[in-house]
């Protein structure tokens, strides 16, 4: 409980030109899993958009995109209306539908789509997005190296190595990007009764999804992300 509502210590890097210049989080290099090229699309290379949608009514959206080169990543998204002052574990999820649950995966009828129930969709964790260090499944409530803002909005920029699964499924179109961490009785912290179906010591708005959204492999390079979203991520696709 005290850990999320501890700040995450992040270091400054340079503004992400995310649609206009904005600050983001550590940016750092992970080294773990296979080293692999793969095959990808565009001569080795795969670009993915994501669109993120709330979940269980938490009001976060956002926006984002990756390239994946081989097993290398370079990913950036935004993520608006979240809990500020409070840890969001992030992951790409893999391994199943590659896709996000609707309201209806509320199986336990307690009103929460937790992380369980949301599984059959979306899958188990291929990488967590922390902001520096391990990018492993194991650090998926890493709560000290997620994204901790100090109001609803946050930028996230990395470069990483997935493993060849990971690869794979941004590949075939079947990663899904989720967002953890709701208020619904909008006390401004992670509280409530309800334990996490993930760990019984922190409570299930914790780590239950806030948004979610699955990965859609595209062609034209940054061209046609710019078209499409007016994203300039500066992952140097497309430059001439």
């Known amino acids: 409980m005290t850990a999320f509502k501890t700040k995450a210590a992040r270091a400054a890097v340079p503004a992400l030109a995310l649609g206009m210049a904005l600050a983001s989080p550590a940016v750092a290099s992970a080294h773990e899993g296979d080293h692999g090229t793969g095959s990808g699309r565009d001569g080795g290379t795969t670009v993915a958009t994501v669109q993120l949608r709330q979940l269980n009514h938490s009001g976060a959206f956002g926006q984002g995109a990756l390239v994946l080169r081989g097993n290398q990543v370079e990913i950036a998204f935004r993520v608006r209306g979240v809990l500020a002052d409070a840890p969001h574990a992030q992951h790409i ?26 599984h059959p969709f979306y899958g188990h964790i291929g990488t967590s997005l922390t902001t520096n ?92 992300l710019n078209l499409d979203l007016g994203i300039d991520l500066g992952l140097g696709l497309g430059r001439r």
């Open 93 to 118: 999820h893999i391994g199943a539908q590659g896709r996000c649950p609707s309201q209806r995966a509320d199986t336990s009828g307690d009103g929460i789509v937790n992380t369980t129930e949301g």
């Open 133 to 224: 260090g391990d990018t492993s499944p194991g650090s998926g409530l890493a709560v000290d190296r997620f994204p901790t803002p100090d109001g609803t909005s946050y930028n996230y920029r990395r470069s990483i190595t997935v493993t060849a699964d990971v690869a794979s499924n941004i590949r075939n179109g079947k990663a899904v990007l989720v967002v953890h961490g709701i208020d619904p009785n909008r006390s401004g912290a992670y509280d409530g009764s309800a334990p996490s179906d993930l760990d019984p010591s922190l409570p299930l708005e914790a780590t239950s999804p806030a948004a979610c959204g699955p990965f859609q492999t595209r062609n034209g390079g940054l061209l046609g």
